[in-house]
T-cell receptor
Framework: DAGITQSPRHKVTETGTPVTLRCHQT?????MYWYRQDPGHGLRLIHY???????DKGEVSDGYSVSRSKTEDFLLTLESATSSQTSVYFC???????????????FGNGTRLTVT | RKEVEQDPGPFNVPEGATVAFNCTYS??????FFWYRQDCRKEPKLLMS???SGNEDGRFTAQLNRASQYISLLIRDSKLSDSATYLC????????????FGTGTRLQVTL
C-alpha cells in the first residue's frame, strides 16, 4: 500500500472554528489531492497540488484553503467550519499527470469531520 | 449529462455468478480510466487501470469502448468478499483537476 497518512482520523468541532487536516506521504509523488465524499455526490475535488507551493482549486473549494511547503505534506484548512463541511475527507497522491494521461490515485484512510 | 455516470445499483448476485457494470463518460477526449472498489466507510482502493482497449487481472476484466464512450467491469466467479461499491474514474485533457469520479455501483454478493 502507498504510504499515505491522514490525521486526525476523526474530529468533532464547533461551527466557526478553524480546522486543519494533514496528509503526509512517503512516496515522493508530485501530485496531491484533497477530496470530500458525501452521500449522493461521490468524491469531489476540493484542492490539489502539483508541486511544492503549487496549488489550484477544485470544484468545491469555497471555505477551504491548502498549503504545501514540503513534498510530503499537504494541509487542508477549513477557515471557519460550517455544518455543510461535515463530511469524510480523503487525501490522494499520484505520480504523474501528462496532458490528460494520469497515473492512478492512491488514497489515505480518510478523516471523518463533524461540525456541530 | 454528468461527465461520468454509473448505475448506482445495488446489483444483488449469488456467489459464483458473473456480473458486469458499465460506466459512461461524456468527454470523447478522455484518456485514462480506472476502476476502484470502496468498502463501507473505507478509502477507495485501485482495482484496475485502463489506458488502451482493456485490462484483465484474474477474475476482473475491464473493457474500454471509445466509440460508445463507456468502460465496463466484468467480475467472474463472484465472491462474498467482492461486495463493495465500484467507482469509475476518468481523466480528460487539461489540468490535474480533470479526474472525474462516478458515484459508484454497489454490488452485493449473496450465498
Amino acid at each position: 500500500d502507498a504510504g499515505i497518512t491522514q490525521s486526525p482520523r476523526h474530529k468533532v468541532t464547533e461551527t466557526g472554528t478553524p480546522v486543519t487536516l494533514r496528509c503526509h506521504q512517503t512516496e515522493n509523488h508530485r501530485y496531491m489531492y484533497w477530496y470530500r465524499q458525501d452521500p449522493g455526490h461521490g468524491l469531489r475535488l476540493i484542492h490539489y497540488s502539483y508541486g511544492v507551493k503549487d496549488t489550484d482549486k477544485g470544484e468545491v473549494s469555497d471555505g477551504y484553503s491548502v498549503s504545501r511547503s514540503k513534498t510530503e505534506d499537504f494541509l487542508l484548512t477549513l477557515e471557519s467550519a460550517t455544518s455543510s463541511q461535515t463530511s469524510v475527507y480523503f487525501c490522494a497522491i499520484s505520480e504523474f499527470w501528462t496532458g490528460g494521461l494520469s497515473s492512478p490515485l492512491h488514497f489515505g484512510n480518510g478523516t471523518r469531520l463533524t461540525v456541530t | 449529462r454528468k461527465e461520468v455516470e454509473q448505475d448506482p445499483g445495488p446489483f444483488n448476485v449469488p456467489e459464483g455468478a458473473t456480473v458486469a457494470f458499465n460506466c459512461t463518460y461524456s468527454n470523447s477526449a478522455s484518456q485514462s480510466f480506472f476502476w476502484y472498489r470502496q468498502d463501507c466507510r473505507k478509502e477507495p482502493k485501485l482495482l484496475m487501470s485502463v489506458y488502451s482497449s482493456g485490462n484483465e487481472d484474474g477474475r476482473f476484466t475491464a473493457q474500454l469502448n471509445r466509440a460508445s464512450q463507456y468502460i465496463s467491469l466484468l467480475i467472474r466467479d463472484s465472491k462474498l468478499s467482492d461486495s463493495a461499491t465500484y467507482l469509475c474514474v476518468v481523466s480528460v485533457v487539461g489540468t490535474a483537476s480533470k479526474l472525474t469520479f462516478g458515484t459508484g455501483t454497489r454490488l452485493q454478493v449473496t450465498l
